[in-house]
């Protein structure tokens, strides 16, 4: 990776100072600088579990050990809980998105009408679909997909207008200008110009709906990774809390890592111009989306 | 629809000019819009629902009107805005030496890019209950993470910030013997600093709303709290009243103050934003 350590060093200690120097050195660091953060909180407030508990209790979870008494692991249980309501949730607000994204988009009359409420409904923290749900349909899938489902949706519907708003306007002249057909001016205007919004309103979608199906399952569920924190949470077992918050965050983080970064940076490739700026900022966490 | 606002603008004499015309629209647009909104809401709520479980937008205003009324308002709005500007001073303040160190090291790049990666896709959910278990219902959790959540994004425009310092310049004051303070005052800061303000007003949307959270999850006084408490008493125009009100006190904020802020600050820039 770095090539401090490809080149053979003239001395060993001017070698050692470049290895020290190094890219790879400072991100190692940095996870060393964690644990021992990490370490010194759990000695000055002794609710918060060090490092050490934490693992050994995601090893007996994942590796579906004993907890000691009848308590076993059972990570593979609550994400096969949670993934399919989280799921429909996103499948649901990405085709609910997709059509009143493009309704917006498209007319200047649907606009003026109707983005102010999208907006509000943008702002709208999701907690209050948790407990809105929760009194309406009480516990139950419903009550977390439909949560996940509202709380993602205009997030997806912003970006698709947004993505409508953006098709170059003297192209779309040209094009009527020189009759291209309806079938091209879609494949080679429209698409292009909307696909990287998509993604992007897709990526927001799965990094809001992930907050909201915990919160969801958090309030309103019996099962699932919302739930299962919870249920550390409340019997005052903190290391089996912290291990499933770490569950939780490390699997967003994978998605957001694995998949959906590189598709947003793939359906981005095409603007040769704003590649860098793009890359940028899928790179960066300025378009990034804590979900709250 | 809007040709009764423009009649009125185009009475002093002159014709309106576009910019006036767009701005009538756009309140009409609003007017009519959010009218509608409400229209459809009411009816539901009278036709299909039930005002019990759908709650009439009039049944909410007037709750909301006795939260104003009766100082509630106040009471829990001073602490939790209290609380978000500690939490951002405390990003400020953490923010801009990280960022310093980012945009200058690339040993410091490197060692910060994991955790401000990482931070950018964390549920806020994890914020709120980390915080109510190391800090109980403390006043310090909801400041913490406030403070966490706007950190990163702090950072990264700080270090994206001293990137795009024109390198030209620095080097034209040093030959022409500038002090390095005169430089740093003149040159890097000016530069650095619409980088540093948009950070702040893209981590304030995410901050608030976490910051809520938190207090609704721990917390003994605030609008998250009372939103809690609401949701226990299973009253939804109680809840709906407060979330309402802080959700356009909020817009209100970011559309007016900050953004009024930023374009004041940075009314000597060309083009608009970094």
Do not use: C
């Amino acid at each position: 990776m770095s090539q401090a350590t490809t080149v053979a060093p003239a001395s060993p200690i001017a070698g050692v100072g470049r290895l020290l120097r190094s890219p790879l050195t400072a991100r190692i660091a940095s996870y060393l600088f964690l644990l021992v953060a990490w370490q010194l909180l759990s000695l000055y407030e002794d609710r918060f579990p060090p490092p050490a508990d934490v693992f050994g209790f995601l090893w007996i979870e994942v590796t579906g050990g004993s907890h000691g008494g009848i308590v076993r692991g059972e990570f593979l249980e609550h994400f096969a809980a949670t993934l399919p309501r989280f799921t429909l949730g996103i499948a649901i607000s990405m085709v609910l998105g997709i059509v009143s994204g493009v309704v917006i988009g498209g007319s200047k009359i649907a606009e003026a009408l109707l983005k102010d409420t999208l907006l509000m409904l943008v702002a709208l923290p999701a907690i209050i679909w948790a407990f809105l749900t929760q009194m309406w349909l009480g516990l139950g899938d419903t009550a977390v997909v439909i949560t996940t489902f509202l709380s993602a949706f205009p997030f997806v519907a912003v970006n698709v207008v947004q993505g409508i708003q953006a098709v170059p306007r003297d192209l779309r002249r040209m094009s009527g200008a020189f009759h291209v057909s309806s079938y091209r001016r879609v494949r080679h205007l429209l698409l292009p110009a909307v696909t990287g919004y998509l993604f992007a309103g897709f990526r927001f979608a799965v990094i809001i709906g992930w907050n909201a199906v915990l919160l969801g399952e958090w309030f309103s569920s019996s099962e699932g990774v919302g739930y299962q924190a919870r249920y550390w949470y409340d019997a005052n077992r903190y290391k089996g809390f912290v291990a499933w918050v770490i569950l939780f965050i490390g699997f967003i983080v994978l998605i957001d890592r694995v998949a959906l970064v590189p598709l947003q940076r793939r359906a981005f490739r095409w603007r040769d111009t704003q590649v860098k700026q793009a890359q940028r900022r899928v790179e960066g966490i300025d378009v990034a989306v804590t979900g709250a | 629809m809007s040709s009764v606002p423009v009649a009125r603008a185009s009475r002093g004499g002159r014709p309106p000019s576009l910019v006036t015309r767009r701005r009538v629209r756009g309140i009409a647009g609003l007017v009519i819009g959010v009218g509608g909104f409400l229209l459809v809401w009411t009816l539901l709520s009278a036709l299909i629902f039930g005002p019990f479980t759908l709650p009439p937008p009039s049944r909410i205003g007037s709750v909301m009107w006795e939260i104003v009324r009766s100082g509630q308002f106040i009471h829990h709005f001073v602490p939790t805005i209290l609380r978000l500007a500690y939490g951002f001073g405390l990003a400020l303040l953490i923010g801009f030496p990280v960022g310093y160190l980012m945009g200058t090291s690339r040993w410091w790049r490197a060692f910060f890019h994991d955790m401000t990666i990482v931070a950018g896709s964390i549920p806020g959910i994890t914020y709120a209950v980390l915080a109510l278990v190391v800090f109980g219902i403390k006043i310090l959790g909801p400041i913490l993470s406030v403070g966490l959540v706007s950190m990163p994004y702090v950072a990264i425009n700080v270090a994206e910030g001293l990137d795009s310092v024109d390198h030209r310049l620095v080097q034209m004051s040093d030959a022409y013997g500038r002090r390095r303070a005169s430089i740093v005052r003149n040159v890097l800061i000016p530069s650095v600093a619409p980088f540093a303000f948009a950070g702040v007003r893209l981590s304030f949307a995410l901050a608030w709303k976490v910051e809520q959270l938190t207090e609704v999850f721990g917390s003994s006084s605030g609008v998250g709290f009372q939103i809690r408490h609401e949701f226990e008493d299973f009253s939804i125009p109680g809840m709906l009243a407060w979330v309402l009100l802080f959700v356009i006190f909020m817009i209100l904020v970011e559309r007016f103050v900050l953004a009024k802020l930023e374009r004041y600050l940075f009314r000597w820039r060309l083009e608009d934003r970094p």
